[in-house]
């Protein structure tokens, strides 16, 4: 199984900030690596798809980056409708494996 | 447009035999390229694929769990269908179908969700 290791568990950020959340894979995924949004009682929202492709309707705030075994996940400017737990994944081959958690929270 | 929701018993029994059914629209399980996916996500923990189906009916399982897990489609009920044995306490999670399309030119992630169904093991 491709292990995904996302870092940090937690983060403390204000309104305004940018935020960088870390995933890296055990083995190489390529580019097939997603980022989902997901608030407490709510299904996950995918925010990227292919490393680095927006999702449509996501604001342009969020931004996706790396291929092979590091990705990272980047909010340019933090906004309140941004905390929440963030979530790699990897789709490159089965089985599909996602990342422990990254929770931001209001610093 | 694509909407997905599962439905299925609240409560279960140690060592009884989970159903879960997704029923979905806006999308056909015949269409190439297209499949739904199996998720569950115990009480604070992480997400944890557990099954997929394509639209020509190729299936994939989660290894640790496959001995427990039957998935299956009703393509005219645009329905599928999760079947886990032997339940457990720690089986305890909201479990989600989601869509996905296995395309180079979109999204190829999960893109659609459904609202998720809690399910509690308990005797």
């Known amino acids: 199984d491709i292990q995904m290791t996302q870092s940090p568990s937690t983060l403390s950020a204000s309104v305004g900030d940018r935020v960088t959340i870390t995933c890296r894979a055990s083995q190489s995924v390529s580019r097939r690596l997603a980022w989902y949004q997901q608030k407490p009682g709510k299904a996950p929202k995918v925010l990227i798809y292919k490393a680095s492709s927006l999702e449509s309707g996501v604001p342009s705030r969020f931004s996706g980056s790396g291929s092979g075994t590091e990705f990272t996940l980047t909010i340019t400017s933090l906004q309140p409708d941004d905390f929440a737990t963030y979530y790699c994944q990897q789709y490159s081959s089965y089985p599909w494996t996602f990342g422990q958690g990254t929770k931001v929270e209001i610093k | 447009q694509i909407t997905l929701k599962e439905s299925g018993p609240t409560l279960v029994k140690p060592t009884q035999t989970l159903t879960l059914t997704c029923t979905f629209s806006?999308?056909?399980?015949?269409?190439?390229?297209?499949?739904v996916a199996w998720i569950r996500q115990p009480p604070g923990k992480a997400l944890e694929w557990l099954a997929f189906i394509y639209w020509d009916d190729y299936k994939s399982y989660t290894p640790s769990l496959k001995n427990r897990l039957t998935i299956t489609r009703a393509t005219s009920k645009n329905q599928v269908v999760l079947r886990m044995t032997n339940m457990d306490p720690v089986d305890t999670a909201t479990y989600y179908c989601a869509h996905r399309m296995d395309t180079p030119m979109a999204n190829d992630a999960f893109d659609f969700w459904g609202p998720g169904t809690t399910v509690i093991v308990s005797s």
């Open positions: 806006g999308f056909s399980l015949s269409t190439s390229d297209v499949g």
